[in-house]
Each structure stands twice: as C-alpha cells, then as structure tokens.
T-cell receptor, first 114, second 115 residues
Framework: DTAVSQTPKYLVTQMGNDKSIKCEQNLGHDTMYWYKQDSKKFLKIMFSYNNKELIINETVPNRFSPKSPDKAHLNLHINSLELGDSAVYFC?????????????FGEGSWLTVV | AQKITQTQPGMFVQEKEAVTLDCTYDTSDQSYGLFWYKQPSSGEMIFLIYQGSYDEQNATEGRYSLNFQKARKSANLVISASQLGDSAMYFCAMRAYNQGGKLIFGQGTELSVKP
C-alpha cells in the first residue's frame, strides 16, 4: 500500500478551469501538507493541516483552497487556473510533535495549464 | 528567517567513488531537524537521512552519511560507493520545532554518476 497517495498524477487543463487534486495518507500521521515545485525544481510549502485544522498558509493566492475532511485526507482545489499554476504539486504527511519526525511525500501531481 | 543553501547546482562523480553534496543552513532556533531527500527523474521525493540538532553523532543510513557541523551550520550529505541509480536531484531541508512542522528546502543539487 502506498503511504501517501495523490490523484491525479497528470493533469492537463485549460486556463480558467477549476480542478482538484486529492491526497490520502495511511501512516496515521496527524499533519498533512501541500508543496509546490516550480519549473526550476524549487520546493515551497503552500499549506499545512494538523488534525483538520489549517496551521500554515504561505501567502498563496486565494484561488487555492485546501480542504481536510479528516486527518487522513487533504485535498487541493484550484479555481480559475492560470498559466503560472503549472507545476508539480506534492502532498506530504508527518507527525507534528517533533522536528525530527520525517515528512513523507506522495508521488506528485503534474499540473499543466494551457 | 530560516534558510537552506545548496551551492552546487550540478555535480559529477565516477561510479564507485564517494561524493559530498554541500548544504548550509541558517536558523535562530535551537531545536531543528535536517533532512536529505532524493528526487530521481521519475519525480517522487524519497527520504534519505535525518540529523537532529541535538544529535552528537553523525547520522548514517547505509551508503548515506550526514556530515553535521553545528558550529559551521553545515549538513553535508556523503554518498559512498556511488551507483548509476544515484543519479538524481538531491535536496537538503530543515524543519524547526516551532514552525508548524514545515520543511524549508534548498535549491537542490543534480548529481550525475558516470559509468
């Protein structure tokens, strides 16, 4: 079983559309994240949820809306997609209680906006 | 502010040789963790090794070891006996105890292993 799974893996869509990426973890972690990797491979955190509560929101446009129905799931909805949203989006999870707890990543979702 | 710096955009190493990937960090926190991740061309992020700020010994995981020099704020990754499958992007990252658990990443180093 994949520890952190996200779907879809590839997504090609037109500007202006709305799309969602889903993420699930079966590690029993209490914290989930969305990271964005841009075309230069730089990884930056977007959001973090701890036990369904938003704890990190890193100056992301409000077209991006995360939703955590329970602590094993964290979805990312993007409205009015723009060309600059093209990137790889990674879901991740961990236990928050210590800086030593490893963060495990999903396989990434490749979003291309045309 | 916290920052991770990887100064080597690309590195080459001969198969079976050892290679060191550099990472320096900046933080005012006393409690933090340092991580290395591997990203092969297939794109997934693979956890390699972890070092805690209070750990006195350098971390090792198989062929990977972390050369932790706290006073110099460096956390270099050493890969021994390089294999062709080690060719990938390598990211150094830091997680501070009081930062909501988020990882801050360096720019990455692309390692190419030559046969």
């Amino acid at each position: 079983d994949t520890a952190v799974s996200q779907t879809p893996k590839y997504l090609v869509t037109q500007m202006g559309n709305d799309k969602s990426i889903k993420c699930e973890q079966n590690l029993g972690h209490d914290t989930m994240y969305w990271y964005k990797q841009d075309s230069k491979k730089f990884l930056k955190i977007m959001f973090s949820y701890n036990n369904k509560e938003l704890i990190i929101n890193e100056t992301v446009p409000n077209r991006f809306s995360p939703k955590s129905p329970d602590k094993a799931h964290l979805n990312l909805h993007i409205n009015s997609l723009e060309l600059g949203d093209s990137a790889v989006y990674f879901c991740a999870s961990s236990l928050i209680s210590s800086s030593g707890n490893t963060i495990y990543f999903g396989e990434g979702s490749w979003l291309t906006v045309v | 502010a916290q920052k991770i710096t990887q100064t080597q955009p690309g590195m080459f190493v001969q198969e079976k040789e050892a290679v060191t990937l550099d990472c320096t960090y900046d933080t005012s926190d006393q409690s933090y963790g340092l991580f290395w991740y591997k990203q092969p061309s297939s794109g997934e992020m693979i956890f390699l090794i972890y070092q805690g700020s209070y750990d006195e010994q350098n971390a090792t995981e198989g062929r990977y070891s972390l050369n932790f020099q706290k006073a110099r704020k460096s956390a270099n990754l050493v890969i021994s006996a390089s294999q062709l499958g080690d060719s990938a992007m390598y990211f150094c990252a830091m997680r501070a105890y009081n930062q909501g658990g988020k990882l801050i990443f360096g720019q990455g180093t692309e390692l190419s292993v030559k046969p």
